[in-house]
C-alpha cells in the first residue's frame, strides 16, 4: 500500500529538549516536504527536498532542521523546541514534477511543547 | 500576508443539500488551484482540481468553479452526505510549484 508514515504520532516535550521526527514513503517519490498546520493559518511549508542531499527553506524554516540522507525518509529535526511550535505537522511527498494532486501527506503528528 | 483565504472558518448543511465552500486569492501568478479534505487524525487527501485555463471541473458530486477576474473560487458538493463532514482546505500554486494553502472551512453535513 502506497503511504507516508510519520512517527511519532503524538508527543508532548519541554522548552529546549531536542526532538526529531520521523517521515517515510514507500513510493520512491524524490519530492518531500513538511507543513504545520495551526489554527487559522491553514498549513504552511517548512522544508522540503527536491532528492537526496538536496534540501531547502519553505515558508517558515525557523527553529527546524531537515536531512534527506535516504530517498524514502525525510526527518524534522527540532533542536531547542520552543512553545510557539506546538502545532500539527505534515509530511508529505510526490514524484518530482509530477502533478500536485499526486501529492500524499501522512497522518500527521500532534506536537506540544510545554 | 495570506495570498489564499477562506472566511468561513465552518459550514453547517442539512443532508442532501448543497454545500457551497469559498476561496479567494491576491497573487495573479497562481494558475493551479486544489481542494483537500482532510479528516481528524488524517492527512490531507486530495479531492479536486482546477487550472486557470478552465473556469468549472467536475468529478461526481464535486464541482470546483474559478472566477480569474474575481480571483475568487468554490467547492459545490452535490448532494451533500454526513461522510463530507470534514475540514476543506483550498490551496493554490504558479508555475514554481509550491503549495499556498488557505486556512480551512470545518464541514459539517447533518443527518
Known amino acids: ?114 | 500576508d495570506q495570498q489564499v483565504k477562506q472566511n468561513s472558518p465552518s459550514l453547517s448543511v442539512q443532508e442532501g443539500r448543497i454545500s457551497i465552500l469559498n476561496c479567494d486569492y491576491t497573487n495573479s501568478m497562481f494558475d493551479y488551484f486544489l481542494w483537500y479534505k482532510k479528516y481528524p487524525a488524517e492527512g490531507p487527501t486530495f479531492l479536486i482540481s482546477i487550472s486557470s485555463i478552465k473556469d468549472k471541473n467536475e468529478d461526481g458530486r464535486f464541482t470546483v468553479f474559478l472566477n480569474k477576474s474575481a480571483k475568487h473560487l468554490s467547492l459545490h458538493i452535490v448532494p451533500s452526505q454526513p461522510g463530507d463532514s470534514a475540514v476543506y482546505f483550498c490551496a493554490a500554486t504558479g508555475s514554481y510549484g509550491k503549495l499556498t494553502f488557505g486556512q480551512g472551512t470545518i464541514l459539517t453535513v447533518h443527518p
Open chain 1, 1 to 114: 500500500e502506497a503511504q507516508v508514515t510519520q512517527n511519532p504520532r503524538y508527543l508532548i516535550t519541554v522548552t529546549g529538549k531536542k526532538l526529531t521526527v520521523t517521515c517515510s514513503q514507500n513510493m520512491n517519490h524524490e519530492y518531500m516536504s513538511w507543513y504545520r498546520q495551526d489554527p487559522g493559518l491553514g498549513l504552511r511549508q517548512i522544508y522540503y527536498s527536491m532528492n537526496v542531499e538536496v534540501t531547502d527553506k519553505g515558508d517558515v524554516p525557523e527553529g527546524y532542521k531537515v536531512s534527506r540522507k535516504e530517498k524514502r525518509n525525510f526527518p524534522l529535526i527540532l533542536e531547542s523546541p520552543s512553545p510557539n511550535q506546538t502545532s500539527l505537522y505534515f509530511c508529505a511527498s510526490r514524484i518530482a514534477g509530477g502533478q500536485l494532486y499526486t501529492q500524499y501527506f501522512g497522518p500527521g503528528t500532534r506536537l506540544t511543547v510545554l
